[in-house]
């Protein structure tokens, strides 16, 4: 019996020191890193990194995995088959608008998964005609273009409205191109209220930080 535990711790330390110096492999018999598993693995308990470090290589070689709220399994997050990344920009080039503008363009994009945000705009008339006005109903005059342009939700998506101000329209049918950003709302930390500030008809001001404070 002594003999047998004795073969047995022996056996033990042998594979704790090819452990420690050539790893352990799970599923393989050569394994590249200290512990290396081939296959799949179910964990019950919680996992625990407790000092992970900085990733120094190429990201390219690297994955971002990330928990799947429906069967709470950890899966490899690929931006290029997902249906948005983490952050998606799109131009939308909309023709033959009524000259009103445009109210409600729906751009079928759930409000529910994803936050969108419109970065920028470009008005032409026409064929790309640069030289295009705005007019108001009854008045020959033009004016300076004045516009409200948003993004809101209505009914599960997210629609967009470009409007001129205070009843002006544009002399002939516009084409718009809008740059849109999307951002994936499981990805966000925080989506902050409206940060409002009273300028005082200052032209420089200070305005308080989104939360969480940024450094």
Known sequence: MKNTISLALLLFAAFIGR?????????????THTL?????MKLSGDLYFENPGNHTGN?????LLVR?????????????TARYSAINSTVYFITNINPQ????????ISSADYYVVIGGFIIRGVNNNSNIKLTQPGNTNQYIPQYSCRAFVQNGTWRIEFMPNNGRVFDQNPEIRLSVSVYRRDMLTTVNNTITVDMGANTAGTGSAPAPVLP
């Open 19 to 31: 452990a420690q110096t050539t790893g352990v492999g799970i599923g393989t018999n050569t394994p």
């Open 36 to 40: 290396e598993v081939n296959g799949n």
């Open 59 to 63: 990201s390219a070689d690297s994955y």
């Open 68 to 80: 799947d709220n429906s069967d709470q399994v950890l899966k490899r997050y690929v931006p290029a």
């Open 101 to 108: 503008g445009l109210s409600n363009f729906d751009t079928g």
